[in-house]
């Protein structure tokens, strides 16, 4: 089959209005982030995304129940997870940002699970595409804006141009379930000047 020369033409400025508006979508994207910088000085020193409870662990699996709240502390969702496994995991990626570090949970896993095929936790926090964690009612449009399009980056593996970007393992002490002390209440703690704890309540 031949292609007629006016139908390559026509291909040819459909293939580059395309590349262009994805070239101005990336752009703007990236200011975006960008502006993000002079906009979380708002952020207080910690941050509670998750709290979760040991409901069960019996034949060598273990069942948590995992609520995630906003900024200004209100419960935006729970969800358990059954997993084969005696300890509960969470990746995180961590980024640093002007003088504070922001952390997005990614997965769930356990010691018998690995990492990569842990169950990703996105859909658990996200509302339209927006990161609910970092949701709060005196945040700004430019916070907002800005949170918004480093998630999408996150979410989409698009790591290559965000600075200052590492990921960071949380998981509970073997010796919680060891002790048979179900019913543990943990939070995972996000010190904005950096770090992340994991606190038992």
């Given at each position: 089959?031949?292609f ?31 502006a ?33 709240y906003?900024l200004d ?27 504070k ?24 926090y ?13 945040s ?10 480093l998630?999408?980056?996150?979410k989409?593996?698009?790591?290559e141009?965000?600075e ?17 002390v179900?019913?543990t ?5 996000v010190?904005t ?9």
């Open positions: 089959m031949k007629k020369p006016l139908a390559i033409i026509l291909l040819l400025i459909v293939v580059a209005v395309a590349v262009y508006f994805v070239f101005l979508g990336t752009k703007n994207q990236e200011k975006k982030i960008k993000l910088e002079n906009e979380i000085e708002f952020l207080k020193e910690e941050q509670v995304p998750i709290r979760y409870k040991i409901i069960s662990q019996e034949n060598d699996e273990i069942e948590v129940s995992v609520k995630f906003d502390g209100k419960e935006i969702a729970k969800e358990r997870f059954k997993m084969p496994g005696t300890v509960a995991s969470f990746d995180f990626y961590v980024v640093k940002m002007a003088n570090y922001i952390a997005f949970p990614t997965k769930i896993f356990t010691d018998k699970i690995e990492p990569k095929n842990g169950t990703s936790l996105y859909s658990f996200e509302n339209e595409g927006f990161p609910m964690i970092f949701y709060s009612e005196s700004g449009k430019l916070f907002n804006e800005g949170i918004k399009a998630y999408e980056k996150l989409s593996g698009d790591l141009n965000i200052n970007i590492f990921g960071n393992m949380v998981q509970n002490a073997p010796q919680t379930i060891a002790n048979g179900e019913g209440v943990f939070k995972i703690v010190h000047k950096g770090g992340i704890e994991l606190i038992e309540e």
